[in-house]
Each structure stands twice: as C-alpha cells, then as structure tokens.
C-alpha cells in the first residue's frame, strides 16, 4: 500500500462567508487540508489543536482585530515560527508595517489580489 502524502494544513480566519467559501475550495482544488473559523478566539484555539502548517489571517474580525488574535497564536507553542499570510481590505501602511512587525509571511489586500495568486502566495511561502 502506497504511503499517504500529507496535506498541508492551512487555518484560514476569516468572518466574510462567501470569502471563506471561495478560499476554503479553492484551496481544496490544489490539495490543501483546509479548516476555517470566523472569529479571532476560534483561530486562537484551533490552532492550538490542530497545529496548521500556514495561517490566512483577515484583520476585521467580529470579536477582536487580527493582530490582537496573531499575538495570541506568538505566544502560544509552535505558534512564533508559524507562517502568516494577512489577507485584508485595509490598506493603510500601517497595517502592513504590523504585519511585517508580528513577522507575517506577506500582507496581501484582498481585492488586488485573485484567487490564484493568493494559492500561488500560498505555495510559495510553504515552499511548494
């Protein structure tokens, strides 16, 4: 019997559904193991469960903003090392200052941006 790959697990924190869905399966497509949550507490949790290998981390969240959710992730095991894409329709440079601060991967403003560059984005910073 033929070893199983492993997927790549990839936590996506993010309220907007329609988003959600469009990432999850677009995601799915490629062979990504893919687990989304809607506020920043659920993100916080599983990822303490579930240790994914990448995070998708939108920024307006309904219960916190997602730094606050990212600094939560830092502190916690596996959690400094843990890739981090911030995917937001924020533009300020202020936020991708902190992204860049909190050590995110990329900072990627969701409508400059298709849903095959953000997968592309995705491989490329699991190195894939």
Request: charged share 25%; no cysteine; aromatic share 6%.
């Amino acid at each position: 019997m033929a070893e199983e790959t492993k997927k790549s697990k990839i936590l996506l924190i993010e309220d907007d559904a329609f988003m959600s869905d469009l990432l999850t399966t677009a995601l799915a497509r490629v062979g990504f193991d893919v687990s989304n949550v809607k506020t920043g507490a659920e993100g916080v949790r599983l990822f303490g469960e579930w240790h994914p290998d990448l995070i998708l981390l939108d920024l307006i969240l309904p219960d916190q903003n997602g730094f606050d959710a990212l600094r939560q992730i830092r502190r916690m095991p596996g959690g400094p090392e843990a890739p981090v894409i911030v995917l937001s329709n924020l533009t300020q440079d202020a936020q991708g200052e902190e992204a860049t601060r909190l050590g995110a991967s990329d900072y990627l403003v969701k409508s400059n941006f298709s849903l095959d560059e953000i997968v592309a984005k995705v491989k490329s910073v699991l190195k894939m």
